[in-house]
T-cell receptor, first 112, second 111 residues
């Protein structure tokens, strides 16, 4: 059974640019959550999508946004990139809300 | 965001030793999960706990959901070199997939 797939694995951008990250959940999983992982702040919740609707949102600025498509695939967008946005961005999927989440290997974003 | 207090931060142990780590919070959680992360990879789910007092094993790993619902424990018995990695606890307060994570316990196992 294929796991959660995130693309690209690595990305280098410069300040002010925008970026879109992609996540394909495990087949049959309808909930997709996004997390930011940094050495200083650890793993922090960004937002969660279920059936194309954002149901929960963490404490991140509006530059961070996402969406989910009808096939449950999700994208995350970060606009006006800042140096502090350098991080590993992880996507996790679960069958439904309240069930264990399974993570992808992440996209490592570096801002120059 | 609200984080969980995970300890210890790091452990250096000899192969064959048992390991214990724990996670505490000032708030009640409905679900506790334990993950392991290795370099270059995402966290891998080890154990999920749903009821206060629940004790669940996965091979040499055993985790417990504290009866106060504010803490959880993970034990690894007879450690081996491939146990090396960072172990994270995670809690879901409202069963809404808004998980809070501990800062992780970095485990090093010496052969």
């Amino acid at each position: 059974k294929a796991g959660v797939t995130q693309t690209p694995r690595y990305l280098i951008k410069t300040r002010g640019q925008q970026v879109t990250l992609s996540c394909s959940p495990i087949s049959g999983h309808r909930s997709v959550s996004w997390y930011q992982q940094t050495p200083g702040q650890g793993l922090q919740f960004l937002f969660e999508y279920f059936s194309e609707t954002q149901r929960n949102k963490g404490n991140f600025p509006g530059r961070f946004s996402g969406r989910q498509f009808s096939n449950s695939r999700s994208e995350m967008n970060v606009s006006t990139l800042e140096l502090g946005d350098s991080a590993l961005y992880l996507c996790a999927s679960s069958l439904e809300v309240g069930r264990p989440q399974h993570f992808g290997d992440g996209t490592r974003l570096s801002i120059l | 965001g609200q984080q969980l207090n995970q300890s210890p931060q790091s452990m250096f142990i000899q192969e064959g030793e048992d390991v214990s780590m724990n996670c505490t919070s000032s708030s009640i959680f409905n679900t506790w999960l334990w993950y392991k992360q290795e370099p270059g990879e995402g966290p891998v789910l080890l154990i999920a706990l749903y009821k206060a007092g629940e004790l669940t094993s996965n091979g040499r790993l055993t985790a417990q959901f504290g009866i106060t619902r504010k803490d959880s424990f993970l034990n690894i018995s007879a450690s081996i070199p491939s146990d090396v990695g960072i172990y994270f606890c995670a809690g879901d307060r409202y069963n809404n997939n808004d998980m809070r994570f501990g800062a992780g316990t970095r485990l090093t196992v010496k052969p």
